[in-house]
């Protein structure tokens, strides 16, 4: 499969928690990557491999995956985590890099 | 400190050809297991991977663009290029250049470009 799948909008109340999934076939093989995008701008890494944030991204963002499916959990959303967030992996074959479709999220 | 800054024309009319520029600083592109991908984001829609090139010159492009796209590196001048030929309004698009690591993480990306395809 050459795809990877996000729900389009995704919503939270102002500090709880929020799960952003991915779905794909190839993600039983490979591990995704997470970047949050907020308008006008480039897009952030806030995750990658088994769950590893770059510096100065904050510890309320984590990763996980199983089965085809990986995610990134907000634990306690903030009104600045507002944005849209993709997953990127490689399709099945290995050979190229995929987008999911993103997710918006709003903090309520 | 690891910059990324693309350029290019605003404007393309379609059929023409559009060749982006990625200049680099902070890294070399002759550092081995880094490299730079471009991608790039219609108004509105979501990110599309286009193509990467690793120091070691491997590439890789987009099946669905592969005729179209050629990716180099002249690490002498710290720039990485993306040719894209016979443009359509439909390759409008904000295009962005990163750096891309061992296990496809981006970790640096340029501002983005909008190119507009249109006569």
């Known amino acids: 499969s050459s795809e990877l799948t996000q729900d389009p909008a995704v919503s939270v109340a102002l500090g709880q928690t929020v799960r952003i999934t991915c779905q794909g076939d190839s993600l039983r093989n490979y591990f995704a990557t997470w970047y949050q995008q907020k308008p006008g701008q480039a897009p952030l890494l806030v995750i990658y491999?088994?769950?590893n944030r770059p510096s100065g991204i904050p510890g309320r963002f984590s990763g996980s995956s199983s089965g085809n499916t990986s995610s990134v959990t907000i634990t306690g959303a903030q009104a600045e985590d507002e944005a849209d967030y993709y997953c990127?992996?490689?399709?099945?074959?290995?050979?190229?890099?995929?987008f999911g479709g993103g997710t918006k999220l709003t903090v309520l | 400190q690891v910059t990324l800054k693309e350029s290019g024309p605003v404007l393309v009319k379609p059929t023409e050809t559009l060749t982006l520029t990625c200049t680099v600083s902070?890294?070399?592109?002759?550092?081995?297991?880094?490299?730079v991908t471009w991608i790039r984001q219609p108004p509105g829609k979501a990110l599309e991977w286009l193509a990467h090139i690793f120091s070691n010159d491997e590439r890789s492009y987009t099946t669905s663009l592969k005729s179209r796209l050629t990716i180099s590196k002249d690490a002498s001048k710290s720039q990485v290029v993306l040719i894209m030929t016979n443009l359509d309004p439909v390759d409008t698009a904000t295009y962005f250049c990163a750096r891309i690591l061992p296990g496809d993480r981006l970790d640096y990306w340029g501002q983005g470009t909008l190119v507009t395809v249109s006569s």
């Open positions: 902070g890294f070399s592109l002759s550092n081995d297991r880094m490299g």
């Open positions: 990127n992996s490689r399709d099945s074959s290995g050979n190229f890099l995929l």
């Open positions: 491999g088994k769950n």
